[in-house]
């Protein structure tokens, strides 16, 4: 009797210690966190790659576009600095041009001619058939009159024997003329004048042509 219930009780304990175990290795297993795989470990590094590629793209994007302002600004500052320029020049040229053809001290030189005139018509009145000294008056006041618009750059387009330039000379006719070059002025009816250079009068000529 006694060796039976040592029996049951050695049974008893057996049964408790396989529950009590098996009710470990439920805990420890229960307590374990799932590992985790391979791409879902890659997952937050891929997505941070993806995120810091995505911003080097942007800020290259928003240098290209800082670029072409800057290239549109330069562009713009360029033509503002050329328009000044030409403002600047043309500025210039207007003073330039207005003191080249000034009329006050033109005038100025001319009465003195215009009195030498009167003076010379005077004489030429007063002589009575004395015609070389009329002549001799009116041959001073010319040079008078050249020497004053010589100093105000007047000049005189005096083109015979010159070959014809529509630039200063003005045909009246043409006229067949053996002994001269052909498109050579031959004759000038009407002497022309220049002022610094641009023309004032075209002088009016005859051109020679070929036979």
């Known amino acids: ?4 219930k040592t029996k049951v009780e050695d049974l008893n304990e057996t049964e408790t210690a396989a529950v009590s175990g098996a009710e470990t290795d439920l805990d420890g297993v229960a307590g374990q966190k799932p590992e985790k795989s391979e791409e879902q470990v890659a997952d937050p590094i891929l997505s ?3 995120q810091e590629a995505a911003g080097v793209g942007s800020s290259v994007l928003r240098i290209e576009a800082l670029e072409v302002e800057l290239a549109q600004a330069r562009d713009q500052a360029l033509r503002a600095h050329a ?26 030189e001319l009465i003195p001619v215009v009195e030498s005139l009167e003076k010379g018509i ?3 009145e007063q002589g009575e058939g004395q015609h070389e000294t009329m002549l001799e008056g009116m041959r001073l006041t010319h040079k008078q009159l050249l020497g ?41 009816f009407q002497k022309g004048y220049t002022l610094h250079g641009r023309v004032i009068r075209p002088a009016m000529v005859v051109v020679a042509k070929a036979v």
């Open 1 to 4: 009797m006694t060796e039976e």
């Open 48 to 50: 941070e790659a993806e």
């Open 122 to 124: 005077e004489n030429a």
């Open 83 to 108: 328009e000044v320029m030409n403002i600047k020049r043309r500025a210039e040229q207007d003073v330039e041009k207005a003191h080249k053809f000034a009329l006050d001290k033109f005038v100025g």
């Open 148 to 188: 004053a618009l010589a100093k105000f750059s007047v000049e005189q387009v005096d083109p015979v024997g010159q070959p014809f330039d529509p630039n200063f000379h003005q045909a009246i006719s043409m006229v067949p003329n053996p002994d001269m070059e052909p498109n050579t002025v031959m004759e000038v």
